[in-house]
């Protein structure tokens, strides 16, 4: 499996972006794909997750209410839009999949099986 994330960049504090994270080598049909983020000197954090057959999100509560995770089946492919952004968000935001495993967190990424590259997320003015 492959995972391809996109859409990151520079945008000024109170902007938007909306990344994606297109997968390719296998179907998703029971998958949870997330979103994690790693900014200089800090642990990857847990961003939002969403389980691809019934589209349940989960979010940290920094992002609760400004970001939102949706996924598109015929596209097999996962998106993160974020809004009001601030200096807070700036970091490397990577997708990640992992095959369904009941009553496991979502928000551990030792628990993920597949992971893209990173794109760059900057808020600044």
């Known amino acids: 499996v492959q995972l391809q994330a996109s859409g990151g960049g520079l945008v000024q504090p109170g902007g938007s972006l909306r990344l994606s994270c297109s997968a390719s080598g296998r179907t998703f049909r029971d998958e949870v794909m997330g979103w994690f983020r790693q900014s200089p000197g800090k642990e990857r954090e847990f961003v939002a997750a969403i389980t691809w057959s019934t589209s349940s999100p989960y979010y940290t509560d920094s992002v609760k209410g400004r970001f939102a995770i949706s996924r598109d089946s015929s596209r097999n492919t996962g998106y993160l839009e974020m809004n009001r952004l601030n200096s807070e968000d700036t970091a490397v935001y990577y997708c990640?999949?992992?095959?369904?495993?009941?009553?496991?967190?979502?928000?551990?990424?030792?628990?993920?099986?597949?992971w893209g590259q990173g794109t760059q997320v900057t808020v600044s003015s």
């Open positions: 990640a999949a992992r095959r369904p495993r009941i009553g496991v967190t979502v928000t551990a990424a030792d628990t993920y099986d597949w």
